[in-house]
Protein backbone atom coordinates (compact mmCIF):
# COMPACT_ATOMS: atom_id res chain seq x y z
CA UNK A 1 0.00 0.00 0.00
CA UNK A 2 1.17 3.42 -1.11
CA UNK A 3 -0.88 4.86 2.04
CA UNK A 4 1.13 7.07 4.64
CA UNK A 5 0.70 6.00 8.03
CA UNK A 6 0.66 9.54 11.05
CA UNK A 7 2.15 8.81 14.23
CA UNK A 8 0.94 9.85 17.52
CA UNK A 9 -2.45 9.82 16.22
CA UNK A 10 -3.13 12.54 18.94
CA UNK A 11 -1.30 14.63 20.17
CA UNK A 12 -1.95 17.93 22.44
CA UNK A 13 0.47 20.59 23.28
CA UNK A 14 0.53 24.14 24.93
CA UNK A 15 0.81 27.15 22.81
CA UNK A 16 4.18 28.22 22.33
CA UNK A 17 5.52 24.39 22.06
CA UNK A 18 6.88 22.92 19.15
CA UNK A 19 4.63 19.97 17.56
CA UNK A 20 6.69 16.69 15.84
CA UNK A 21 4.39 13.95 13.55
CA UNK A 22 6.25 11.07 12.07
CA UNK A 23 4.82 9.67 8.98
CA UNK A 24 6.12 6.08 7.85
CA UNK A 25 5.38 4.23 4.07
CA UNK A 26 5.78 1.31 2.35
CA UNK A 27 6.38 2.26 -1.25
CA UNK A 28 9.02 4.12 -3.07
CA UNK A 29 8.32 7.78 -3.68
CA UNK A 30 8.76 10.33 -5.86
CA UNK A 31 8.03 12.69 -3.03
CA UNK A 32 6.12 13.14 0.19
CA UNK A 33 3.32 15.96 1.06
CA UNK A 34 1.92 17.01 4.45
CA UNK A 35 -1.43 18.85 4.28
CA UNK A 36 -3.40 20.01 6.80
CA UNK A 37 -7.37 19.86 7.60
CA UNK A 38 -9.49 22.15 9.91
CA UNK A 39 -12.57 20.76 10.93
CA UNK A 40 -15.09 20.26 8.16
CA UNK A 41 -13.21 21.44 5.69
CA UNK A 42 -10.74 20.35 2.81
CA UNK A 43 -7.11 19.26 3.11
CA UNK A 44 -4.98 22.52 2.74
CA UNK A 45 -1.30 21.40 0.86
CA UNK A 46 1.37 22.32 3.30
CA UNK A 47 4.55 21.23 2.10
CA UNK A 48 6.54 19.02 -0.67
CA UNK A 49 9.63 16.73 0.00
CA UNK A 50 11.11 15.17 -3.38
CA UNK A 51 12.67 11.71 -2.39
CA UNK A 52 16.31 13.36 -2.76
CA UNK A 53 16.02 15.88 -0.46
CA UNK A 54 16.51 15.59 3.27
CA UNK A 55 15.06 18.58 4.73
CA UNK A 56 12.47 21.48 4.04
CA UNK A 57 11.85 24.38 5.53
CA UNK A 58 8.24 26.70 5.38
CA UNK A 59 7.99 28.99 7.52
CA UNK A 60 7.30 27.79 10.67
CA UNK A 61 7.19 24.05 9.19
CA UNK A 62 10.49 21.79 9.30
CA UNK A 63 10.03 18.64 6.99
CA UNK A 64 12.60 15.60 7.08
CA UNK A 65 12.75 12.52 5.08
CA UNK A 66 14.86 9.23 5.65
CA UNK A 67 14.21 7.59 2.30
CA UNK A 68 16.10 4.15 4.10
CA UNK A 69 13.98 4.10 6.59
CA UNK A 70 11.06 5.64 4.81
CA UNK A 71 9.54 8.29 7.11
CA UNK A 72 9.02 11.46 7.38
CA UNK A 73 8.48 13.83 10.10
CA UNK A 74 6.53 17.13 10.48
CA UNK A 75 7.92 19.92 12.88
CA UNK A 76 5.42 22.89 13.66
CA UNK A 77 7.74 25.15 15.87
CA UNK A 78 6.03 28.01 18.16
CA UNK A 79 2.46 26.64 17.63
CA UNK A 80 -0.33 28.35 17.74
CA UNK A 81 -4.03 27.74 18.85
CA UNK A 82 -4.82 28.48 14.92
CA UNK A 83 -2.28 25.43 14.36
CA UNK A 84 -5.23 22.99 15.89
CA UNK A 85 -6.14 20.65 12.76
CA UNK A 86 -5.38 17.33 11.84
CA UNK A 87 -2.58 16.62 10.02
CA UNK A 88 -2.05 13.74 6.71
CA UNK A 89 1.33 12.76 5.05
CA UNK A 90 0.73 11.69 1.38
CA UNK A 91 3.67 9.40 -0.22
CA UNK A 92 3.54 10.41 -3.96
CA UNK A 93 4.81 7.65 -6.32
CA UNK A 94 5.50 10.31 -8.77
CA UNK A 95 4.28 10.54 -12.68
CA UNK A 96 1.96 11.92 -14.62
CA UNK A 97 -0.77 10.78 -12.16
CA UNK A 98 0.61 11.46 -8.56
CA UNK A 99 -2.18 9.12 -6.89
CA UNK A 100 -1.92 10.10 -3.26
CA UNK A 101 -3.61 7.68 -0.31
CA UNK A 102 -4.12 9.62 3.08
CA UNK A 103 -4.17 7.85 6.50
CA UNK A 104 -6.08 8.43 9.18
CA UNK A 105 -3.91 11.64 10.65
CA UNK A 106 -2.79 12.98 13.85
CA UNK A 107 -5.18 15.16 15.58
CA UNK A 108 -3.25 18.19 16.76
CA UNK A 109 -4.87 20.21 19.64
CA UNK A 110 -2.75 23.29 20.86
CA UNK A 111 -3.88 24.66 23.95
CA UNK A 112 -4.06 28.77 24.34
CA UNK B 1 -8.88 31.58 -9.51
CA UNK B 2 -11.89 30.99 -7.20
CA UNK B 3 -9.80 27.62 -6.02
CA UNK B 4 -11.94 24.13 -6.48
CA UNK B 5 -15.31 24.70 -6.33
CA UNK B 6 -17.93 21.66 -5.19
CA UNK B 7 -21.89 21.80 -5.28
CA UNK B 8 -24.08 21.36 -3.43
CA UNK B 9 -22.25 22.14 0.14
CA UNK B 10 -25.04 19.72 1.97
CA UNK B 11 -27.27 17.00 0.77
CA UNK B 12 -29.79 15.58 2.28
CA UNK B 13 -31.75 12.72 0.76
CA UNK B 14 -33.64 9.46 1.53
CA UNK B 15 -32.63 6.46 0.61
CA UNK B 16 -32.95 5.24 -2.83
CA UNK B 17 -32.81 8.47 -4.26
CA UNK B 18 -30.11 9.32 -7.17
CA UNK B 19 -27.82 11.93 -6.04
CA UNK B 20 -25.17 13.56 -8.30
CA UNK B 21 -22.38 15.75 -6.86
CA UNK B 22 -20.79 17.91 -9.07
CA UNK B 23 -16.92 19.70 -9.33
CA UNK B 24 -15.42 22.24 -10.55
CA UNK B 25 -11.18 22.10 -11.08
CA UNK B 26 -8.92 24.84 -10.93
CA UNK B 27 -8.56 26.24 -14.48
CA UNK B 28 -5.27 24.77 -15.82
CA UNK B 29 -4.82 21.42 -13.51
CA UNK B 30 -4.89 17.95 -15.38
CA UNK B 31 -5.83 15.96 -12.45
CA UNK B 32 -8.63 15.67 -10.41
CA UNK B 33 -9.76 13.36 -7.41
CA UNK B 34 -12.50 12.48 -5.97
CA UNK B 35 -12.55 11.24 -2.13
CA UNK B 36 -14.67 10.05 0.46
CA UNK B 37 -14.50 11.23 4.25
CA UNK B 38 -16.02 9.51 7.16
CA UNK B 39 -15.14 9.10 10.59
CA UNK B 40 -14.95 5.30 10.70
CA UNK B 41 -13.27 4.53 7.39
CA UNK B 42 -11.12 8.03 7.12
CA UNK B 43 -10.30 9.92 3.82
CA UNK B 44 -10.71 6.95 0.83
CA UNK B 45 -9.55 7.92 -2.39
CA UNK B 46 -12.61 6.93 -4.20
CA UNK B 47 -11.86 7.59 -8.33
CA UNK B 48 -9.41 9.77 -10.19
CA UNK B 49 -8.69 11.47 -13.79
CA UNK B 50 -5.62 12.65 -15.46
CA UNK B 51 -6.47 14.97 -19.08
CA UNK B 52 -10.55 13.41 -18.15
CA UNK B 53 -9.89 10.20 -18.26
CA UNK B 54 -10.32 7.92 -15.31
CA UNK B 55 -6.99 5.83 -14.25
CA UNK B 56 -7.95 4.06 -11.34
CA UNK B 57 -11.53 3.69 -10.17
CA UNK B 58 -10.32 0.39 -7.63
CA UNK B 59 -11.75 2.93 -4.91
CA UNK B 60 -15.32 3.06 -6.14
CA UNK B 61 -17.60 1.09 -3.41
CA UNK B 62 -19.62 -0.16 -5.72
CA UNK B 63 -21.45 -0.26 -9.10
CA UNK B 64 -23.83 2.35 -7.60
CA UNK B 65 -21.25 4.99 -7.66
CA UNK B 66 -20.17 6.57 -10.63
CA UNK B 67 -18.49 9.31 -11.73
CA UNK B 68 -17.61 10.85 -14.97
CA UNK B 69 -15.65 13.94 -16.47
CA UNK B 70 -16.84 15.33 -20.09
CA UNK B 71 -14.56 17.74 -20.21
CA UNK B 72 -11.38 19.57 -18.21
CA UNK B 73 -13.96 21.92 -16.04
CA UNK B 74 -16.22 19.61 -14.94
CA UNK B 75 -16.45 16.40 -13.12
CA UNK B 76 -19.54 14.55 -11.61
CA UNK B 77 -19.75 11.66 -9.34
CA UNK B 78 -23.31 9.88 -9.20
CA UNK B 79 -24.62 7.34 -6.43
CA UNK B 80 -27.97 6.15 -7.77
CA UNK B 81 -29.79 4.60 -5.50
CA UNK B 82 -28.69 6.29 -2.70
CA UNK B 83 -28.50 4.34 0.74
CA UNK B 84 -27.83 5.28 4.17
CA UNK B 85 -23.96 4.12 4.11
CA UNK B 86 -23.15 6.52 1.97
CA UNK B 87 -23.48 9.18 4.15
CA UNK B 88 -20.02 11.20 4.37
CA UNK B 89 -18.33 14.06 3.14
CA UNK B 90 -17.32 13.87 -0.52
CA UNK B 91 -13.90 16.27 -1.66
CA UNK B 92 -12.94 17.22 -5.00
CA UNK B 93 -9.51 17.64 -5.46
CA UNK B 94 -7.45 18.85 -8.78
CA UNK B 95 -3.76 19.56 -9.15
CA UNK B 96 -1.34 20.06 -12.27
CA UNK B 97 0.92 17.08 -13.48
CA UNK B 98 -0.38 14.96 -9.80
CA UNK B 99 1.29 17.40 -7.55
CA UNK B 100 0.17 19.53 -4.77
CA UNK B 101 -3.11 18.68 -4.44
CA UNK B 102 -6.10 21.57 -3.96
CA UNK B 103 -9.12 20.40 -2.20
CA UNK B 104 -12.37 21.91 -2.45
CA UNK B 105 -14.75 22.31 0.89
CA UNK B 106 -16.66 19.04 0.38
CA UNK B 107 -20.68 18.16 0.09
CA UNK B 108 -21.90 16.51 3.41
CA UNK B 109 -23.95 14.13 2.22
CA UNK B 110 -26.91 12.46 4.49
CA UNK B 111 -29.24 9.75 3.39
CA UNK B 112 -31.85 9.13 5.49
Known amino acids: SQQGEEDPQALSIQEGENATMNCSYK?????LQWYRQNSGRGLVHLILIRSNEREKHSGRLRVTLDTSKKSSSLLITASRAADTASYFCAPGPGGATNKLIFGTGTLLAVQP | DAGVIQSPRHEVTEMGQEVTLRCKPISGHNSLFWYRQTMMRGLELLIYFNNNVPIDDSGMPEDRFSAKMPNASFSTLKIQPSEPRDSAVYFC??????????FGSGTQLSVL
Open chain 1, 27 to 31: TSINN
Open chain 2, 93 to 102: ASSFQGEKLF
